[in-house]
């Protein structure tokens, strides 16, 4: 079998040929603890850990997809029974007609009797077909959905599962306590996976299964860089080296260019033009001429361009303070030419401008970036990808 960068690496289904299998926390991996948990009866099972983890890829692997019923918090919005949605997933039909027929034996004959029931989707007839086909329930962002019916389908899975459903929840790790942990319903029924960020090690064996495979030579520095570049996401280092595939030359030995080459194709992909474009903005100055930063590399931008130049620097920290971002600005500003007198109070007013900015715009903010403490938290790295690798206009 001939493999290709393609078929080896897979950023969007599963990878089956560089898959790692990591270590959690005791004497087990995360594809055991799951299957210790799958195990158990009458408990359901939430998974949690940051963004681009692997928190999903770790269902897939160890229960298959095929037996997995997948669903996000989207799916229920709008609607006011959980069981109902569910079976509308699996193609149960909503309502239908049954035709019975009966004998009864009278004077030395038998007669017939056909008779019609109706019936509607109900918690039984979803719980059968999950038992019998065993299907394993996964819930995925399930804090979209509304309120009430988070709390409903708490109250509909303590029940389930105790008739022996298999249901799993994914979530990050600030949702998980107000979607199922903190619900009475559930309390003493679940059991909890926490996965932690990757690390370096373990990214690190992604890249160089598939390049075994491939026959790619790679030297340690351009696996650390790949490393570095990745983010701590699975996801993205798999993209990444998915993409090397366009530029490495014939005699597939990588070089530094094709991992930079690769990453500005993979920011190219990203779906973040129009929220780093509100970002750069800012807001509104009412009139008022923002005040002009003068970088090294002759550009000129306002304080929202300057912080978020700051933020691509090398290395990319997912968690970084105002003391940091302050230092970081400091470096790229023309020394000679810039006159304004930069402090980390102008850091911190525009950091809580943007938090504002993505409120106001209807994003989910933390679910971008949190900034609190001094301390800002990229929740979503995929984002400081794109910051570091988007093309300048």
């Known amino acids: 079998m001939e493999y290709t960068f393609n078929s080896v690496f897979s950023s969007a289904t599963f990878p089956e040929y560089t898959y790692v ?3 959690s926390s005791g004497d087990f991996t995360y594809e055991e603890r799951l299957k210790m948990a799958l195990e158990q009866m009458g408990y359901l099972i939430v998974i ?9 890829v770790l269902c897939e692997a160890v229960i298959g997809r095929d037996k997995l019923v997948a669903m996000t918090g989207n799916d229920f919005k709008g609607e006011n029974d959980f069981w109902t949605v569910v079976a509308k997933k699996v193609d149960i039909p909503l309502a239908g007609e049954v035709q019975n027929e009966s004998a009864v034996s009278g004077q030395g004959e038998q007669i017939g009797t056909r008779y019609t029931s109706r019936y509607q989707t109900n918690k039984e007839r979803v719980l059968k077909f999950f038992l019998e086909y065993k299907k394993v329930l996964l819930l995925d962002d399930f804090h979209y959905a509304e309120e009430k019916m988070q709390h409903d389908a708490a109250c509909q899975l303590k029940e389930a599962i105790r008739s022996d459903l298999k249901a799993i929840v994914v979530s990050l790790p600030h949702r998980v306590d107000e979607t199922v942990k903190n619900n009475p319903d559930l309390q003493g029924r679940i059991m909890n996976i926490t996965m ?11 890249p160089k299964k598939g390049f075994l495979m491939l026959g790619v030579t790679a030297e340690k520095e351009l696996i650390d860089r790949l490393v570095m570049e990745c983010i701590d996401s699975p996801q993205t ?6 993409n090397i595939g ?4 014939e005699d597939k030995r990588l070089k530094d260019d094709d991992i930079t080459k690769s990453c500005y194709l993979r920011a190219d992909y990203l779906t973040y033009q129009e929220l780093y474009a509100k970002l750069l903005a800012g807001l509104s100055s009412r009139g008022q001429k923002r005040a002009i930063y003068y970088l090294e590399d002759g550009s000129e931008v306002d304080r929202y361009g300057l912080v978020l130049e700051a933020l691509r620097k090398d290395p990319p920290l997912k968690a970084i303070t105002i003391s940091e971002i302050y230092e970081r600005a400091k470096g790229i500003l023309d020394k000679e030419k810039d006159m304004l007198k930069l402090t980390t109070q102008t850091i911190k007013g525009t950091l809580n401008s943007m938090f504002s900015i993505l409120e106001e715009s209807g994003y989910e903010a933390d679910r971008v970036f949190d900034w609190k403490e001094n301390v800002l938290t990229f929740r979503e790295p995929l984002f400081l990808f794109y910051l570091r690798w988007r093309r300048d206009e």
């Open 237 to 242: 280092m798999q993209s990444i080296c998915e």
């Open 196 to 206: 932690k960020p990757w690390k370096n090690t373990e990214l690190a064996e992604i």
């Open 21 to 23: 299998n990591r270590k």
């Open 246 to 249: 366009y530029y490495i030359s």
């Open 48 to 56: 949690d850990g940051p963004s681009k983890i692997g928190k999903t």
